[in-house]
């Protein structure tokens, strides 16, 4: 089907040119009409885009779209940016500067132009859009003029901006970063809550128990039986160990007892031990010590300023671990030969060693005795004592007293003393003391020790680059001393360790030369050891030399290796050479296996070419939740012999009636109960009817091992006493997006052999939404970047929130109650606009997902203009005022006060009204002055600043109070308050509105508060009047103010 065109012609014969011309003209208009190229409303559409920034991160941000042009909000990104931006009141212009105070800008929205380091720039009409409540640039500008290239993605709705300056966030972001990695290394978290440690009168909390029977063909068995208790006794840590053995007698001295109080917060004491105590002596002395010590070291780990290396021999692949001060810092699997070495934190203050010994088939053994650092540096002007006295079990009930003290003298400089007393003959009496420890540079150091008539110690450590390690050890005896249980007169000791690294091993190596000098003549041993990982096998080599006088030199050396095959075997070869006789010794082989998940097996074999003896060797071992057993078979020299043992521990809490167990032991250890819950009324406390709550998830720095019950209790068992545990609980962790965490970082002090209860609040908050429109003759529409206040039943404003490019706003995070949502009343005079309603109320209700409230509205509209019957002066040519904020403590509004005049120049006076201190600026010649300064409160953080009119005799004037909320009704006065009380209970019983009582001139009066004006309080009173209220009076809220 062929269409048909009309053709007229433009010109007819015979016509006259004007009408020719004219017909002529209104075609062209018909077929092209005119185009306004003002920007119309309906021109742009206001959205928001993700904004990011490379290296910085993201946000969402307001943007304008024209056509395929992106705008962004001048102020939204140099906010961002941390760029400096003070708008004007209604836009016409941003200034500010851009990293250095010098490198000023301006952006004048009136003549379309950017004015940059002394640059000027002029802009199109289409490159600026100023809506009410935001300026958009073209974002091509933002390269153009502040070298901030921004890409625009129309997809996905994106703008990436690159620069190449140091912008202000970026060194923020940067020192931040720094702060935190300092803070990390440190192990400084700053929590949101601190939680002290308990000091129960009584409570029993944990028990290991361990049993151990050992049995010979043909020849005699023993058994031994082990229980250690763990309590708490009038705030301090109580632990007893009994052991018993069916073949011999019980026998106290062979008992461990003591009763450790320890608190850090006193200055004069901190540390009381009684019963069996440490015993840091300069005399020999073998038996336990039973008696009492105190001292005010604290528990706490101190700052380190630098390591010890501490390494020895144990049997083959035993868990050794470390405790510094009573703490466990490290531990470690001795390798094949039974070598350990740890890298000890040298700290401020006295440092306490004991190792821990665990073997494979339930051995446990443990140095009890202290190993004493040689260097021991205090924090400069810090003094540090410690007192021990008691009797010494060795059958002659000899009394022991030792008293010493440490003097920090500088941060490089520490010297100590005592006395030690000891009653026995053989100790030589008192012994008095003195040491000293010296920092000479970086990594060198210097200790020395004089103990009087018995002995003089000195070391010189060196730690350099690439952990290289040497240490000289000098000591010399006083000939005939008798304190120490020893013949030597001098010991010389010479340690050099580093490591060594390279593609194929990573190993440890120490040269050690010791040498003993006697009456009779002298010993001197040398030792050479590798240790570490070669070809992936572990291996330790080392040589010994012994030279003695009058004696030949004995050399030989010990391979251990340990190689792990498929399947989970491990085999462990070990050999033992001597050079001096040119032979081997022994040879020996193990073999472990993992049988089961968690069920080992160990087969050994050792052969003495020597003594020509072999030992053969088969175990298994199994770890069960409740304890470890084992059972063994041995045969050696013809003899056959069979061990079984079984160690375990219990753990109760009487709080939750928990009673679990353990495969560890955990006497002396302490534990952290978490029990959250949901916290109905948000006050952070467990009240009756709130029930728990499920999924909670947390980590705790330190601890590993953590446990859910099926009734939502997590336990945190087996943890380090006196010691602060930083608890981080995932906000993500409930799937209901109303319940919140407001405590997500905790430290937790623990208590030894005590489970602490610690409670964990899970708001239920409710969410707001609505949306805010602005209305222009008939018609409305959403207006963005309004900020919407919601205030409580007290009239405090509690948060707020903008609205987005549609109007559209929420807020999540209003617990249960009544609450009023309010327009910003700042941003409202900046606008010139007013809402409606003023104030709108609702209600979060109670349940247990949170409640959701939708639907509010509010409409911004331009304020009526009234005709006045009267001739009134002009508003801008009347005195005004500003009151900035308004406290119920005088130091605030004091602080305001020199903020004001610090960062703005400007006097404020402080006047107490109300039983409120308001903060108030005055001089303003009229409101026009007083806005001026709006946009710096705004930028200063006071939001809600109100400007008063004040006539020509300095009263505030009661008619012409510019903001809302301004006016007050009062329903009555009375003399007691407890009548004014009343009444006010009953009022907030019936009305959903604020009812305040304010004392003043003697009378306690019950008010309704706020109105925004006259005419709405007018209502109000009407509507009590029709309630049965009478002798109703407006009020305004600021009147007799007097400067």
């Known amino acids: 089907m062929t269409a048909k065109i009309f053709q007229a012609p433009l010109v007819v014969q015979g016509e006259s040119l ?166 990390s290394l440190k192990g400084e978290i700053s929590p949101d809550t601190i939680i002290k440690r308990d000091y129960p009168l009584f409570k029993l909390g944990m028990a290991d128990w361990s049993i151990v029977a050992n049995q010979e063909l043909q020849g005699a068995s ?48 901190k540390q009381v031990r009684a019963g069996k105590i440490f015993r840091q002596s300069v005399s020999t002395i073998t038996a336990p010590v039973v008696g009492v010590q105190l001292t005010n070291t604290p528990t706490t780990q101190g700052r380190s300023f630098g390591s010890y290396t501490l390494s020895d021999f144990t049997e083959p692949n035993w868990l050794v671990e470390l405790y510094v001060n009573n703490r466990m810092v490290d531990y470690m699997r001795a390798d094949a030969s039974g070598f350990y070495s740890f890298e000890v934190p040298l700290l401020y203050g006295n440092t306490e060693l004991n190792l821990r010994f665990y073997g494979p088939w339930g051995e446990e053994r443990s140095k009890e005795e202290t190993i004493s650092i040689p260097l021991n540096f205090l924090p400069q002007n810090e003094f540090q004592y410690s007192l021990q006295a008691g009797m010494i079990e060795d059958g002659e009930q000899s009394q022991f007293t030792r008293a010493k003290f440490n003097y920090g003298v500088s941060r490089s400089f520490t010297f100590g003393g005592g006395v030690e007393y000891l009653s026995s003959q053989a100790s030589g009496g008192s012994i008095p003391f003195a040491n000293m420890s010296l920092r000479l540079g970086s990594g060198l150091l210097f200790s020395g020790e004089y103990n009087h008539a018995v002995s003089s110690v000195g070391r010189l450590s060196y730690q350099g680059a690439s952990n290289l390690n040497l240490v000289l050890d000098y000591t010399r005896y006083v000939k ?225 091992k953590l446990t859910m019950n099926s009734d939502t209790i997590i336990r945190a068992v087996n943890i380090e006493p006196y010691k602060n545990y930083t608890v981080q609980i995932d906000p993500n962790s409930f799937d209901n997006i109303g319940w919140k965490i407001e405590k997500k970082i905790i430290s937790i002090e623990v208590t030894p052999n005590h489970f602490k209860r610690v409670e964990i609040p899970v708001s239920v908050v409710g969410e707001v939404a609505g949306t805010v429109y602005h209305r222009e003759g008939e018609s409305k529409k959403g207006i963005g970047r309004i900020i919407v206040d919601f205030y409580n039943s007290d009239s405090t404003r509690i948060a707020r929130t903008l609205t987005e490019a549609d109007g559209y706003f929420s807020f999540l995070g209003l617990q249960s109650g009544s609450y009023t949502a309010r327009i910003d009343s700042t941003q409202l005079l900046k606008l010139d606009l007013i809402a409606t309603p003023a104030i709108l109320p609702f209600t979060i209700k109670r349940t247990v997902d949170g409640d959701y409230v939708d639907g509010l509205e509010l409409v911004l509209h331009k304020p009526k203009k009234e005709i006045p019957t009267t001739t009134l002066p002009v508003v801008e040519d009347r005195a005004c005022l500003i009151q900035v904020g308004e406290f119920e403590l005088k130091a605030n509004a004091i602080t305001v006060q020199n903020q004001l005049k610090e960062t703005l120049g400007c006097s404020a006076v402080i006047v107490f009204e109300g039983h409120l201190f308001k903060v108030l600026i005055g001089g303003f010649e009229g409101i026009k002055d007083a806005e001026l300064l709006a946009p710096k409160l705004v930028a200063m953080g006071y939001f809600d600043a109100l400007t008063i009119l004040i006539d020509e005799y300095g009263e505030t004037n009661k008619s012409e109070l510019v903001n809302r909320g301004l006016f007050a009704v009062q329903l009555g006065a009375f003399a007691k308050q407890s009548n004014a009380l009343a009444l006010q209970s009953r009022l907030a019983a019936n009305f959903n509105k604020t009812v305040a009582v304010d004392y003043e001139k003697g009378l306690y009066k019950v008010r309704f508060n706020y109105f925004y004006d006259r005419k709405e309080a007018r209502s109000f009173v009407l509507e009590l009047l029709d309630q049965g209220f009478s002798e109703l009076i407006i009020v305004p809220v600021f009147r007799k103010l007097s400067f």
């Not at 082990?226 to 632990?239: D, H, K, P, Q, R």
Request: net charge positive.
């Open 222 to 269: 023993s058994e031994s039986l082990t229980l250690a208790i763990g309590s708490m006794i009038a705030g301090g840590e109580a632990n007893l160990r009994l052991n018993y053995t069916p073949n011999s007698n019980f026998s106290l001295s062979k008992q461990y007892y003591q009763w450790h109080f320890v608190n850090n917060n006193l200055k004069i004491l």
């Open 480 to 704: 005939d001393q008798v304190a120490i249980n020893t013949n030597t007169i001098e010991e010389r000791k010479l340690s050099l360790s580093f490591p060594i690294r390279n593609q194929n091993f990573s190993t440890y190596s120490r040269f050690a030369l010791n040498q003993v000098i006697y009456p009779s003549g002298k010993s001197t041993r040398a030792e050479i050891m590798f240790s570490g990982y070669v070809f992936g096998a572990n291996t330790n080599l080392k040589t010994n030399a012994m030279f003695t006088d009058g004696s030949q030199v004995n050399v030989y050396s010990n391979l251990s290796m340990a190689f792990r095959l498929p399947s989970g075997y491990t085999f462990s070869p070990r050999l033992q050479y001597n050079y001096s006789q040119n032979e081997l010794v022994s040879v020996s082989v193990a073999l472990q296996k993992k049988v089961f998940k968690k069920a080992y097996l160990d087969i050994s074999y050792n052969y003495n070419f020597t003594s020509e003896t072999s030992t053969a060797q088969i175990g298994l071992r199994y770890d069960f939740s409740f304890g470890s057993t084992s059972v063994s078979a041995r045969r050696s020299n013809n003899k056959t012999s069979f061990s079984q043992s079984a160690r375990g521990s219990l753990i109760y809490d009487r709080s939750t009636n928990f009673l679990g167990t353990s495969n560890r032991s955990t006497v002396g250890k302490g534990g952290i109960i978490f029990l959250p819950f949901l916290d109905y009324n948000c006050n952070g406390y467990h009240d009756k009817g709130e029930p728990k709550a499920w999924g909670l998830k947390l980590k705790i720095k330190g601890c590993s």
């Open 18 to 183: 004007t009408l020719a011309l004219w017909r002529l003209m209104c075609c062209l208009f018909l077929l092209f009409p005119l185009t306004s190229f003002g920007q119309e409303e309906t021109e742009y559409d206001e959205i928001s885009v993700y904004f990011s920034v490379q290296g910085i991160g993201g946000c969402e941000m307001p943007a304008a779209i024209y056509g395929q042009q992106a705008y962004l909000s001048l102020t939204d990104v140099f906010n961002f940016l941390k760029i400096k931006n003070i708008p004007t009141a209604r836009l016409d212009s941003v200034e500010g500067f851009i990293i250095k105070e010098e490198a000023t800008y301006l952006v004048d929205a009136k003549n379309y132009q950017i004015k940059y380091q002394d640059k000027r720039f002029d802009l199109k009409p289409a490159d600026l859009i100023r809506t009410a409540s935001n300026l958009y640039l073209n974002i091509d500008y933002f390269g153009k003029i502040f070298a901030l290239n921004c890409r625009f993605s129309f997809r996905s709705l994106s703008v990436k901006m690159k620069t190449e300056l140091e912008l202000p966030i970026i060194h923020l972001l940067r020192m931040e970063a720094i702060r935190k990695n300092r803070a």
